[in-house]
């Protein structure tokens, strides 16, 4: 057995090492959106594979009999790929998918499908800080006029796509404190965030809670019919089941 583990999360990191733990022979494939990320316990490649036939062949190539998606959980064009072409060529696929977001007592959230959305809910002289990433920046131009904070963990080689946009560059964890005290200093009015899901990053939510500041949360893009877990200690058992 081979296993391929599509890494990026914090669930992925662990899996990881899990894997080395149990003695499984498995490669690591990282997407390279992050200059420096952090160095996992297995073999690693970065980039992407060249679309559907790249990816088909590398699987072929490398021997791969088992895949572990536990990408972004907005990812959604590697995982709808990658778990049709496992499905293709029977190679057993998992998909690693932290539970969403709830909003609770004292949130104000509104749900927006798209990051095209967010212009339609967020007044034109609010101050509104983007914890979406990079990637998806261009799809905010509707918010040009309002001054629109980005923050990002690498600095940027590009202007901002559009008028009033600044970056912040800080790499996480970040503490709700640290939030808090950020979201003071910016000023800010709107939250705009990915549901991602997970512990570690919903400080910002509960920053967001606390200070009263209401939150456009984009919701999760449709998931393939495939094999899903929670959990890294369930992708393991998934390993250890096959």
Known sequence: MKVLLL??????????????????????????????????PLP?????????????????????TAVIDATHPFAARITNRTAAICAARSVPYVQVLRPPWQAGKGDTWTEIATPQDAASI????????????????????????????????DPPTAPFPFEG????????????????????????DWLVVKNAGGKASATKLTAARNLGIPVAMIARPAMPDAARVETPAQALAWVAAL
């Open 122 to 153: 967020i007044p034109p002289t609010a101050t509104v800080f983007l914890a979406t990433g990079r990637q998806t920046l261009n799809q905010f131009a509707g918010l040009e006029g309002r001054r629109v904070i980005c923050r990002q963990i």
């Open 44 to 64: 690693t490649r970065v980039g992407g594979f060249g679309g559907a036939d790249g990816f088909a062949a590398f699987l072929a190539e490398a021997g791969i």
């Open 165 to 188: 946009g600044e970056f912040v560059i800080s790499r996480p964890p970040f503490s709700v404190t640290r939030e808090e005290e950020l979201f003071l200093a910016l000023g800010v």
């Open 7 to 40: 890494a990026g999360t914090s669930e992925a990191k662990k899996i990881a090492w899990g894997l080395v733990g149990q003695g499984v022979n498995a490669v690591a494939s990282l997407a390279g959106a992050t200059r420096d990320p952090e160095p996992l």
